[in-house]
């Protein structure tokens, strides 16, 4: 696949002010006509050509200004359509193509989803249905009108407002829709089909009326509740905290079941992965509950970041993505515990984007080259992109961060924007020169920092030597020091705060020395409190000075983050062959959590919850064994298990007492947490008490997360009640696929040998389909995701998942690009799995007639 390089951006030859779409819709031959008012740009320098992007499109007819175009004054291609010699001014073109929205397994452009016609247009998916300048910066008006058959497709939406609507002859109706503001194609969307929906309405700070709408298979509607609710909620609090409005009289939300990603923000009329819709207590978990909030959220927030200011090319997609997963953890915080979010945000960081950046697949969160844009949906445009805004608050400081974005609303409102516009909002709005730290845009890697701190006696000073070094990364073979703020505090060795309680350092030099004056004894450092940067920290602080954060640290995160260093501390040892290492200070440090009364049940879950098998190889870096890494963190369970049980019981039983009606909230869900953390290491060794326990949970359990908790429980375990626990979730939810996916992926996680063949086996089972994304992550994915199965020494993991992605490449690309993520990591592997990864990896290379999303991701992961 070509290169495309952000050097080479030059504005569009050509604008379209407005569009007009006729959809008439058909299974098989569906007929769009577009009406395109073009105009030459006058800020382009290049030829004048009009060049218009196509994607296996089938053209019938094409008009210039109302006359039939001479087949000699054009040429189409399925991918182009090239006009060489158009008029010098204003022109109108009107273009029919022809699509089969029934054969579109690539769920790009028109495609069915359970009989339900659907778009998805983002990233270059408009080219799927009608020629099309398929760039973010064509800004232009959409009216849409839509024709089907009535019976089969009662519903038919696109952004905007409705206009108009009626019947026409032949069992047939029409809707037309009208969206005011100029958008790119790839907001656009309808749907038609025969649906369910759920109505409420929303005032605005204005004191407008928003008519709100979720739209569902027919027999789901009952399952839209809390997705209503946390729009409402979202609508809300856009405007409390970024003083953002919603513009448009309705806002709708389709759900459906066949979908590549999670949902998609177009305008006024998102589109989602049913996963992040239905929820009830009896299928959903709390995990769920919270993923259905920050989507709904995520979505929303794109109104104002991405859809009212837009993205210029597809370099700047963390213009909009960053900075949206920034506003959705911001409103799950305030929604839930800032502290437990930031704990979960940070352990989702690590366990995607920090392998990311670590492996072959490591890019700039600005990247400067790519050639497939849907490989560019990564852990770091989202995750680290956020780091990078909630860097810029702490930097500048929450008042001026406020101003900054106040101030990028009101100039770029309409436009398609750049990082460099966006930064320079807050550099004007703090008066700071922001041009080092925007570097974190274009320099991939994440930095390592070294803190180690020396207590003066004599001088009474505490001197903080500070050093960083990022790893080169892919085309970045040197790099240059990055500005890191850190949030500092010091406490003493009974864990008081010491009087330069919190303290921010920005650590923008290779190194760089600080020095605390009066500190009268010897202090012990928090440092990256909150978790300031997104660096890997090392410090020379003692076991000891751990246990003391562990026990006092003011800074919740600090708090966890230490409990989680003496626990890697024992798992890199463990590992490494120290087997009579001592667990004595973790243990310590959980029985003084698992006793304080004052911490939130939430949190002390998470403390339970031990670096996972992906942490600790990270942690390990080199030379990984996944299973010595498995038998390490089995050990170290099993230790708690024993050592801990009291304490875990006492847990189980308090949360377990306390049973009221099912509720999803943070304060329940957190219990819920506390209850089923303490199950799962009580069950950790396979102690009959704690199986049985956990095998009567799961028969009684009146709600999806208890449970699922205890099928997690049962499932690292070869015994009678795991299998029967599989079969019983089955024969209750054989018809309820999101559960089915759940039953899967608890298949595909069980850390055996045997799993290999049971998912072979359950390829083939009824339940399953190699057609829909959900049930292929649900398998496959969930298999890339177990470590020491997938990276079995033979190598069939890898070679099962690599024939996987290739007999999906045809039908899907973007699915098979996906799950080939499972090799970001293979470099660090041991030589003899590395070797195995690399000769299944190099097989994918070769095969014939691959999608440009395989070949780029296979052809990186290589490189
Ligand atoms: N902006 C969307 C990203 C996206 C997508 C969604 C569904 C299917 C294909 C897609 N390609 C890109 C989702 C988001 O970040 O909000
Ligand atoms: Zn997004």
């Keep these: 696949p070509i290169a495309i390089r952000l050097e080479d951006y030059r504005p569009p030859d050509w604008l379209v002010d407005t569009v007009h779409l006729d959809i008439d819709l058909h299974p098989t031959e569906a007929r769009v006509i577009a009406t395109l008012k073009m105009r030459p740009n006058p800020d382009a320098d290049g030829a004048r050509a009009i060049v218009l992007d196509g994607d296996e499109l089938k053209l019938s007819?094409?008009?210039?200004?109302?006359?039939?175009?001479?087949?000699?004054?054009?040429?189409?291609?399925?991918?182009?359509?090239?006009?060489?010699?158009?008029?010098?001014?204003?022109?109108?073109?009107?273009?029919?193509?022809?699509?089969?929205?029934?054969?579109?397994?690539?769920?790009?452009?028109?495609?069915?989803?359970?009989?339900?016609?659907?778009?998805?247009?983002?990233?270059?998916?408009?080219r799927r249905i009608t020629y099309f300048p398929d760039r973010p910066d064509?800004?232009?008006?959409?009216?849409?009108?839509?024709?089907?058959?009535?019976?089969?497709?009662?519903?038919?939406?696109?952004?905007?407002?409705?206009?108009?609507?009626?019947?026409?002859?032949?069992?047939?109706?029409?809707?037309?829709?009208?969206?005011?503001?100029?958008?790119?194609?790839?907001?656009?969307?309808?749907v038609g089909g025969d649906l369910a929906f759920i109505e409420d309405t929303f005032r605005t700070m204005s004191g407008r009326d928003v008519a709100l709408k979720i739209y569902v298979e027919h027999g789901k509607a009952h399952l839209c509740d809390y997705a209503m609710d946390s729009l409402k909620r979202s609508m809300r609090w856009?405007?409390?905290?970024?003083?953002?409005?919603?513009?448009?009289?309705?806002?709708?939300?389709?759900?459906?079941?066949?979908?590549?990603?999670?949902?998609?923000?177009?305008?006024?009329?998102?589109?989602?992965?049913?996963?992040?819709?239905?929820?009830?207590?009896?299928?959903?978990?709390?995990?769920?509950?919270?993923?259905?909030?920050?989507?709904?959220?995520?979505?929303?927030?794109?109104?104002?970041?991405?859809?009212?200011?837009?993205?210029?090319?597809?370099?700047?997609?963390?213009?909009?993505?960053?900075?949206?997963?920034?506003?959705d953890q911001e409103f799950s915080a305030d929604q839930r515990s800032a502290a437990l979010e930031r704990i979960g945000d940070v352990r989702n960081l690590r366990a995607i984007q920090f392998t990311e950046d670590s492996g072959p697949l490591a890019h700039p969160v600005r990247p400067s080259m790519y050639r497939e844009i849907n490989n560019f949906y990564t852990p770091t445009i989202y995750e680290k992109g956020a780091e990078i805004i909630r860097m810029l608050r702490v930097m500048i400081g929450r008042e001026d961060f406020r101003r900054g974005m106040d101030l990028y609303f009101d100039r770029h409102d309409g436009d398609a924007a750049t990082i460099e516009q966006f930064i320079a909002c807050f550099a004007e709005a703090s008066k700071r020169d922001l041009t080092h730290f925007s570097q974190w845009y274009s320099q991939a890697g994440t930095p390592h920092v070294a803190a180690e701190g020396q207590w003066n006696a004599e001088a009474k000073t505490y001197r903080l030597d500070l050093v960083q070094n990022t790893l080169p990364t892919p085309g970045q073979p040197s790099k240059e020091p990055q500005v890191i703020p850190l949030a500092v505090a010091l406490f003493d060795e009974q864990g008081r705060a010491m009087k330069t309680d919190e303290h921010l350092i920005v650590l923008d030099r290779a190194s760089q020395s600080v020095e605390f004056r009066n500190i009268k004894s010897r202090p012990v450092l928090s440092i990256n409190r909150e978790f300031s940067a997104p660096i890997v920290l090392r410090t020379n602080a003692t076991e000891e000075d751990t246990q003391v954060l562990a026990a006092h640290d003011t800074d919740s995160f600090n708090r966890w983050q230490a409990?989680?260093?003496?626990?890697?501390?024992?798992?890199?040892?463990?590992?490494?062959?120290?087997?009579?290492?001592?667990?004595?200070?973790?243990?310590?440090?959980?029985?003084?959590?698992?006793?304080?009364?004052?911490?939130?049940?939430?949190?002390?879950?998470?403390?339970?919850?031990?670096?996972?098998?992906?942490?600790?190889?990270?942690?390990?870096?080199k030379n990984v064994d996944p299973d010595a890494i498995f038998r390490a963190r089995k050990a170290l369970r099993g230790t708690l298990s024993e050592e801990l049980r009291a304490s875990l019981q006492a847990a189980y039983d308090t949360y377990a007492a306390s049973r009221g009606p099912f509720n999803p909230d943070a304060k329940s869900a957190g219990e819920r947490a506390l209850k089923n953390a303490a199950l799962d290491l009580l069950a950790a060794n396979g102690d009959a008490k704690a199986i049985a326990l956990a095998a009567r949970q799961f028969a009684d359990a009146d709600n999806m997360t208890d449970r699922m908790a205890a099928l997690a429980a049962l499932m690292p375990h070869d015994i009678p009640e795991r299998e029967q626990a599989f079969k019983a979730l089955y024969d209750r939810f054989?018809?309820?696929?999101?559960?089915?996916?759940?039953?899967?992926?608890?298949?595909?996680?069980?850390?055996?040998?045997?799993?290999?063949?049971?998912?072979?086996?359950?390829?083939?089972?009824?339940?399953?389909?190699?057609?829909?994304?959900?049930?292929?992550?649900?398998?496959?994915?969930?298999?890339?995701?177990?470590?020491?199965?997938?990276?079995?020494?033979?190598?069939?993991?890898?070679?099962?998942?690599?024939?996987?992605?290739?007999?999906?490449?045809?039908?899907?690309?973007?699915?098979?690009?996906?799950?080939?993520?499972?090799?970001?990591?293979?470099?660090?592997?041991?030589?003899?799995?590395?070797?195995?990864?690399?000769?299944?990896?190099?097989?994918?290379?070769k095969a014939p007639n691959l999608s440009r999303d395989l070949a780029d991701i296979v052809g990186r992961a290589l490189a």
């Design 238 to 327: 856009d405007e409390e905290v970024f003083g953002r409005e919603y513009d448009l009289d309705i806002f709708m939300i389709v759900a459906v079941a066949d979908f590549n990603m999670g949902a998609m923000e177009n305008k006024g009329l998102n589109i989602f992965n049913d996963k992040y819709v239905l929820a009830s207590p009896e299928t959903a978990t709390d995990a769920d509950y919270a993923s259905i909030e920050a989507i709904v959220a995520h979505e929303y927030f794109h109104n104002w970041t991405g859809n009212r200011i837009t993205c210029r090319d597809w370099f700047q997609l963390c213009l909009k993505e960053g900075l949206t997963v920034f506003r």
């Design 138 to 190: 064509v800004m232009a008006v959409y009216t849409t009108r839509i024709e089907a058959d009535k019976a089969a497709a009662p519903i038919l939406l696109a952004n905007g407002n409705m206009t108009e609507s009626g019947d026409i002859d032949n069992g047939r109706h029409f809707a037309v829709w009208h969206d005011p503001f100029p958008k790119p194609s790839y907001l656009f969307a309808m």
């Design 61 to 126: 007819r094409i008009t210039l200004d109302g006359k039939t175009l001479d087949p000699r004054a054009y040429v189409a291609t399925p991918e182009r359509l090239t006009i060489p010699r158009p008029p010098s001014g204003p022109i109108t073109l009107e273009i029919e193509t022809l699509l089969n929205p029934s054969t579109n397994t690539q769920l790009m452009g028109l495609y069915q989803s359970n009989g339900i016609y659907c778009t998805q247009c983002e990233a270059e998916g408009f």
């Design 734 to 845: 054989e018809n309820d696929p999101l559960v089915i996916d759940k039953w899967l992926t608890m298949q595909a996680m069980v850390p055996e040998a045997a799993t290999f063949d049971r998912i072979k086996a359950l390829t083939e089972h009824k339940a399953f389909s190699f057609k829909n994304p959900n049930r292929v992550r649900a398998l496959i994915g969930a298999f890339a995701g177990n470590p020491s199965q997938f990276n079995r020494p033979d190598g069939a993991g890898y070679r099962y998942l690599t024939e996987t992605a290739v007999a999906i490449d045809p039908q899907n690309p973007q699915l098979a690009a996906r799950l080939m993520g499972a090799f970001k990591t293979w470099r660090r592997l041991e030589p003899g799995r590395a070797a195995a990864a690399e000769a299944a990896l190099k097989a994918v290379a």
């Design 563 to 621: 409990i989680q260093t003496l626990a890697m501390k024992w798992l890199v040892a463990h590992v490494r062959g120290a087997e009579a290492n001592t667990a004595a200070p973790l243990l310590d440090a959980l029985k003084n959590v698992l006793a304080d009364r004052k911490l939130a049940p939430a949190f002390v879950a998470q403390a339970l919850a031990m670096p996972t098998e992906g942490d600790i190889a990270g942690e390990i870096a």
